[in-house]
């Protein structure tokens, strides 16, 4: 099973990013998805969830009304669209799945993907 995360990039503050991670090897077009990130010398931090299905969605309060998870069943791949990026936004995203449909709430997932650096320059 591979998550193949891409879209990251190097971007002005303002400016926007749109993340996918194509889903390989399985599908999970029945279990959560989510974002996560690590910015240098921090924790990893939730970023945004998704549902499996009808779409219901979940945002950390440093994202919210910037960021909109979305996700593509028929392609087993999720999104991140990123608006109004901040240099804060400056991480490692990482896309990841709950098998045991633990609730959007839940920072426990698992299948990690490998990752891709958003840098946001002020």
């Known amino acids: 099973v591979q998550l193949q995360a891409s879209g990251g990039g190097v971007v002005q503050a303002g400016g926007s990013l749109r993340l996918s991670c194509a889903a390989s090897?399985?599908?999970?077009?029945?279990?959560?998805m989510g974002w996560f990130r690590q910015a240098p010398g921090k924790e990893r931090e939730f970023v945004a969830a998704i549902s499996w299905s009808r779409g219901m969605t979940f945002y950390a309060d440093s994202v919210k009304g910037r960021f909109t998870i979305s996700r593509d069943n028929a392609k087993n791949t999720v999104y991140l669209q990123m608006n109004s990026l901040k240099p804060e936004d400056t991480a490692v995203y990482y896309c990841?799945?709950?098998?045991?449909?633990?609730?959007?709430?839940?920072?426990?997932?698992?299948?990690w993907g490998q990752g891709t650096q958003v840098t946001v320059s002020s």
């Open positions: 090897g399985r599908t999970f077009s029945s279990h959560n």
């Open positions: 990841v799945v709950d098998l045991r449909d633990r609730g959007l709430g839940t920072r426990q997932y698992d299948y």
